[in-house]
């Protein structure tokens, strides 16, 4: 299996533009998560989605962003308009069902990462 | 709110010796504890991960233990190597929640 895919690797933009960010899980996987690396805040969840349906988006830090995964293979992160606050390592997870008294599943698998820098 | 801490923040030893990350959170109503590591400009790579009613796991040279009562999890390595290098973090599953609550990781570097 190749893993969470997540593109672009690296973005950079100015301040005011769209910024997308793509992910394609583990297939099988029916959990997906969004999260933010920076130094000062360290790593935090912006929103999961369980069979695509989103269940927690307590993290999305305001309207600038939004996310969706219209299919059980593909998810975007959108900041419209992007900050230079922005600017983070955004990783994607995902995690396969929990049904089931197994540790194994319950593990998340992380992508490599965008990082996104916003001039 | 569940708080995770990490310490020490960074640390820095000669190949060979063993030693210890720390990790500790505030609410002991987790379903599981899970150690990761993250190599820079990486991903992360989950390394052993506990379950609430277990009291450790090993793999290889690493070694996890959970004493979820007073809200602790160390993180053992063995016989550390230069490879073993990175930044490694503890994240806790709050019990309720499939999302994680990292701490904010250890920064290990191992000299030949």
């Known amino acids: 299996d190749a893993g969470v895919i997540q593109s672009p690797r690296h973005e950079v933009t100015e301040m005011g533009q769209e910024v997308t960010l793509r992910c394609k899980p583990i297939?099988?996987?029916?959990?997906l998560f969004w999260y933010r690396q920076t130094m000062m805040r360290g790593l935090e969840l912006l929103i999961y989605?369980?069979?695509?349906?989103?269940?927690?988006d307590s993290g999305m830090p305001e309207d600038r962003f939004s996310a969706k995964m219209p299919n059980a293979s593909f998810s975007t992160l959108k900041i419209q308009p992007s900050e230079p606050r922005d600017s983070a390592v955004y990783f994607c997870?995902?995690?396969?069902?929990?049904?089931?008294?197994?540790?194994?599943?319950?593990?998340?698998?992380f992508g490599a990462g965008t990082r996104l820098s916003v001039l | 709110k569940q708080e995770v801490t990490q310490i020490p923040a960074a640390l820095s030893v000669p190949e060979g010796e063993n030693l210890v990350l720390n990790c500790s959170f505030t609410?002991?109503?987790?379903?599981?504890l899970q150690w990761f590591r993250q190599d820079p400009g990486k991903g992360l790579t989950s390394l052993l991960l506990?379950?609430?009613?277990?009291r450790e796991q090993t793999s290889g040279r690493l070694n996890a233990s959970l004493d979820k009562s007073s809200g602790r999890s160390t993180l053992y390595i063995a016989a550390s190597q230069p490879g073993d290098s990175a930044t490694y973090l503890c994240?806790?599953?709050?019990?309720?929640?499939?999302?994680?609550?990292f701490g904010t990781g250890t920064r290990l570097l191992v000299s030949p």
């Open positions: 997870a995902s995690s396969p069902p929990t049904g089931g008294y197994r540790p194994a599943k319950n593990i998340q698998y």
């Open positions: 297939s099988g996987h029916n959990s």
């Open positions: 989605f369980n069979n695509n349906v989103p269940i927690d």
């Open positions: 609410d002991s109503a987790i379903y599981n």
């Open positions: 506990i379950q609430s009613s277990q």
């Open positions: 994240a806790v599953r709050p019990a309720g929640f499939q999302k994680l609550v």
